[in-house]
């Protein structure tokens, strides 16, 4: 199966940073998109940013210009540097990625995996 382990998690002062990581593992043949999401409390889970393989970015309009998607395809990890905290950006933040897994030769299996969520709160 596949894992995926986020950190960086924490309380933060409004205007402060935080970067938060998730390393993927497990029977993996290739990744496609990795991606962030969150979730505040008594609110849907939201689309953070995402980036592609090929390094393609896109984010959701409440954080562009403040936090940067990037990922280290040799280690399989996603990153999310975020700058200018505000305390709406307070939820847990869960990474995912699509993960295409070798069954057999011939046959893939592709499928979206999630992390267990880090708590973020900014705070003063």
């Known amino acids: 199966q596949v894992q995926l382990v986020e950190s960086g998690g924490g309380l933060v002062q409004p205007g402060g940073s935080l970067r938060l990581s998730c390393a993927a593992s497990g029977s993996i043949f290739s990744i496609n998109d990795m991606g962030w999401h969150r979730q505040a409390p008594g609110k849907q889970r939201e689309l953070v940013a995402v980036?592609?393989?090929?390094?393609?970015?896109n984010y959701a309009d409440s954080v562009k210009g403040r936090f940067t998607i990037s990922r280290d395809n040799a280690k399989n990890t996603v990153y999310l540097q975020m700058n200018s905290l505000k305390p709406e950006d307070t939820a847990v933040y869960y990474c995912?990625?699509?993960?295409?897994?070798?069954?057999?030769?011939?046959?893939?299996?592709?499928?979206?995996?999630w992390g267990q969520g880090t708590q973020v709160t900014v705070s003063s």
């Open positions: 980036i592609t393989s090929g390094g393609s970015t």
């Open positions: 995912n990625a699509v993960v295409r897994r070798r069954i057999v030769p011939n046959l893939y299996d592709e499928s979206r995996y």
